[in-house]
């Protein structure tokens, strides 16, 4: 399950895009796998579509009450692994979902399990610089580049 984040309350600023758009990203991001993967994810707005603030606490708890007796892996980058300790009960995420870190090359350990993917060293942050200094990112799929430009995302032309 690939989940947009709505409106992450500990975002120092709003971010860019819209929840709505975050969310045609996702799923554009798929159309740019290989059908065997595509099979196997499915991208929900279970965020995207609630109001105010979003939590993962809260979103684990839907996903429950849907899959009851299903075991959860929360998948995180080691910049969000970092401040998981100020996410709405922590320990309450903690105890609902496994927590698997995919480690930026570079970055410190977390105290989670972590897999490094160094082909996967993309940086959301990095992304909007590139956009912002006129320049168009590698590392996005072909599928969003064109949505993200399309729509002039991120200052992107």
């Not at 929900?44 to 105010?52: A, H, Q, V």
């Not at 075991?71 to 996410?87: P, Y």
């Not at 927590?99 to 570079?106: E, F, N, T």
């Not at 897999?115 to 200094?133: C, M, Y």
Request: aromatic fraction near 8%; charged fraction near 30%.
């Amino acid at each position: 399950m690939l989940i947009p984040a709505g409106d992450p309350y500990l975002r120092s600023a709003n971010p860019i895009a819209t929840p709505g758009q975050r969310l045609e990203m996702c799923s554009k991001a798929l159309e740019d796998l290989s059908d065997e993967l595509q099979e196997k994810v499915v991208v929900l707005d279970i965020e995207t579509s609630r109001k105010g603030a979003t939590y993962t606490f809260d979103t684990l708890q839907s996903l429950r009450a849907f899959f009851p007796k299903d075991e959860f892996t929360l998948i995180l980058g080691s910049d969000a692994a970092s401040t998981l300790h100020k996410w709405k009960r922590s320990d309450d995420v903690k105890k609902q979902a496994e927590i698997l870190v995919i480690k930026r090359p570079g970055a410190a350990a977390s105290e989670f399990k972590e897999l490094e993917i160094t082909a996967l060293d993309i940086s959301a942050t990095k992304i909007r610089e590139d956009f912002a200094n006129g320049k168009t990112p590698e590392t996005i799929s072909p599928s969003v580049l064109k949505y993200i430009k399309d729509r002039g995302l991120y200052g992107s032309r």
